[in-house]
């Protein structure tokens, strides 16, 4: 399994930024897919997920109305779409397919996970 995740970085509040996540090792069209967040010194934040068909999309109640998740199966890619950005959505944000986060918990086992991608939002 290898999710390789791209698009942070510093933004001022107010400001937006896509994020994307490219996933290879499995079939992709089978997941439904998340994105999970993680501040400094905080325990790992569900923030959205989408299922296969992307026909039902779900958000974390703290970026509900400002972030929009979506997924293009045929070049096995999640986006999120984060606007209207806040100081307090500054975090790592990872994707993963649902299943390993149900099975495992957020951010376990790590080789399950890529890198992910810094997202700073300060003036």
């Known amino acids: 399994v290898q999710l390789v995740e791209s698009g942070g970085g510093v933004v001022q509040p107010g400001g937006s930024l896509r994020l994307s996540c490219v996933a290879s090792?499995?079939?992709?069209?089978?997941?439904?897919m998340s994105w999970v967040r993680q501040a400094p010194g905080m325990a790992p934040e569900w923030v959205s997920g989408i299922n296969r068909r992307s026909t039902s999309s779900y958000y974390a109640d703290s970026v509900k109305g400002r972030f929009t998740i979506s997924r293009d199966n045929a070049k096995n890619t999640v986006y999120l779409q984060m606007n209207s950005l806040k100081p307090e959505d500054t975090a790592v944000y990872y994707c993963n397919a649902e299943r390993v986060i149900a099975t495992f918990g957020p951010l376990h086992p790590s080789d399950y996970w890529g890198q992910g991608t810094q997202v700073t939002v300060s003036s």
């Open positions: 090792g499995f079939i992709f069209s089978d997941e439904r």
